[in-house]
């Protein structure tokens, strides 16, 4: 009887606790779109600054559902192709700086530079350069979101330990051998480690990237912006909930993939 009551225990444990702070965070929002001077004031009694959750979809017609979908459609096919490219070059530039210690010395201080540097300094850049089409705003995601892959690459590589490596010295190890069979699987959970940080990082290139492309069918940034301006507040939230709906799945599926290739052969 007590394995049952251990079991109903860890589930309460893991469940119970977030189920706590969503109603705590519901009430707050209810009492923060009350208490709001003017908040009510338009004509029809919707909100005009912050709508209370059973009032969000108020103002979603069928046009504003479209607009919000095409929005949508946009912003995450940026951050899926955008996050995929931040892989390639991140994974790519760790093991290349793993490999080199010179070409480290060579290429840290700038990746630390773009790091640095907030986004929407380089965007109008980036857009006067390439335009305002999708390889602009692909850069522009790639850019934020590459740089936890490479630093969590090179870290894992580097953190391999030395017995090992001479293992493979003594078994004649060719360097791919070397680096599919030892580096590469020993420095995935730091690699994941990066992924997951990235993964967000993805999602907020792709909208807030949007607020300077003016052109073309808007993403989830501009559409906030569009909505906000024109004070509505409803579509506007529900946008905003879509963007962080979609960083949510993006942070899902890498913690998912982890458990699934990593995991298994690295218990804690």
């Keep these: 009887m007590k ?3 251990r079991r109903i225990d860890a589930r309460r444990s893991k469940y119970v606790p977030p189920l706590v702070v969503l109603v705590v965070v519901v009430a707050g929002w209810y009492a923060l779109a009350y208490s709001l001077d003017n908040n009510f004031a338009s004509g029809d009694g919707s909100a005009l600054i912050i709508p209370p959750p059973h009032q969000l979809f108020v103002g979603l017609n069928e046009a504003t559902v479209d607009r919000i979908a ?20 991140g994974m790519a530039l760790g093991i290349a700086m793993s490999v080199s210690r010179s070409l480290e010395s060579a290429l840290w201080p700038w990746l630390i530079a773009i790091q640095v540097t907030p986004i929407i300094v380089l965007t109008p850049i980036i857009i006067r350069v390439a335009g305002a089409s999708f390889g602009a705003r692909l850069t522009v995601t790639v850019l934020i979101a590459f740089f936890p892959i490479a630093s969590n690459t090179l870290f894992g590589m580097r953190s391999v330990s030395a017995a090992l490596h001479d293992v493979f010295t003594l078994t004649q190890a060719s360097r791919w051998q070397r680096l599919t069979r030892l580096q590469l699987p020993a420095a995935s959970p730091a690699i994941f480690a990066g992924l997951r940080v990235s993964a967000g990082l993805a999602v907020i ?7 300077f492309f003016t052109r073309g069918t808007p993403g989830l940034g501009r559409l906030i912006t569009f909505f906000f301006q024109d004070t509505r507040s409803g579509p506007m939230f529900v946008t905003a909930l879509i963007a962080a709906l979609i960083g949510l799945g993006f942070f899902v ?7 699934l290739l990593v995991s298994p052969w690295h218990r804690p």
């Design 205 to 211: 290139g792709a909208i807030v990237g949007d607020f």
């Design 70 to 89: 095409a929005a949508t459609w946009i912003s995450l096919s940026t951050a899926v192709v955008g996050f995929m490219l931040a892989i390639v070059a």
């Design 3 to 5: 394995q049952p009551n």
């Design 253 to 259: 599926v890498v913690s998912l993939l982890r458990r």
